[in-house]
């Protein structure tokens, strides 16, 4: 994939950003071409927030359109993002 093209990376170690990166985890990538010059990615981190990152934390992966679609939601407003509700009604043992 050609580096302007990057949409999406995989985190192989936080170099420090122990807050904000986790290892093994896929993150979105902003299109940034001036931090790109400088070896850096736009990174929605943990906090939802895009930061700048050194590219050698990461990887490029290319990702199946189900889970492109997935990332492309506002966590926000997804269903997933929400804890379950526990229900009001007792349960027959």
């Known amino acids: 994939m050609a580096r302007g093209r990057r949409q999406f990376v995989l985190c192989v170690r936080n170099g420090g950003y122990k807050a904000s990166l986790e290892p093994r985890k896929v993150y979105r990538v902003l299109s940034d071409a001036e931090a790109e010059r400088d ?9 939802g927030e895009d930061y700048l990152f050194p590219a050698s934390l990461f990887v490029s ?9 997935a990332f492309a939601r506002n966590p926000a407003r997804s269903e997933i ?9 007792t349960t027959m043992r």
């Open 39 to 47: 070896s850096l990615l736009r990174v929605i981190d943990e906090s």
């Open 81 to 89: 993002s929400h804890p379950a509700r526990r229900s009001s009604r």
């Open 61 to 69: 992966i290319d990702l199946p359109a189900g889970a492109k679609a």
